[in-house]
């Protein structure tokens, strides 16, 4: 019920900068938390920066200082900054939420473990050359 289309992914030298959105539609679900994840060939998908319902942020160390995740209510979309672009930053990028219909009680969990996230796009592929 929650659609996600992700755009802006590309081809970019190392130092460069790219910016992903992540387009939500479809659903009045609530949206507990909204995340960017990857995965590069021949590795295990990675949580890289999520964004929770109250605002706080958080991000995997590999990427702090170097990405900013956003949100825009307005346009039901989510952001991914990316600076100082690395190559071993090429990867998928996945656009993921936690969505559920009223209240969602749970434990503590991990904002860049993909276990709870139920809705995700189709990806976007971001290639940073040396």
């Known amino acids: 019920r929650v659609q996600l289309v992700e755009s802006g992914g590309g081809s970019v030298q190392a130092g460069g900068s790219l910016t992903l959105s992540c387009e939500t539609s479809g659903s009045a679900l609530t949206m507990y938390s909204m995340a960017w994840f990857r995965q590069a060939p021949g590795k295990e998908r990675e949580g890289v920066a999520a964004?929770?319902?109250?605002?706080?942020?958080t991000y995997a160390d590999s990427v702090k200082g170097r990405f900013t995740i956003s949100k825009d209510k307005t346009k039901n979309t989510l952001y991914l900054q990316m600076r100082t672009l690395k190559p071993e930053d090429t990867a998928i990028y996945y656009c993921a939420v936690i969505a559920h219909d009223g209240a969602w009680f749970t434990p503590y969990y991990n904002p860049l473990q993909s276990q709870k996230y139920n809705y995700w796009g189709q990806g976007t592929q971001v290639t940073v050359s040396s």
């Open positions: 964004i929770l319902i109250e605002g706080s942020k």
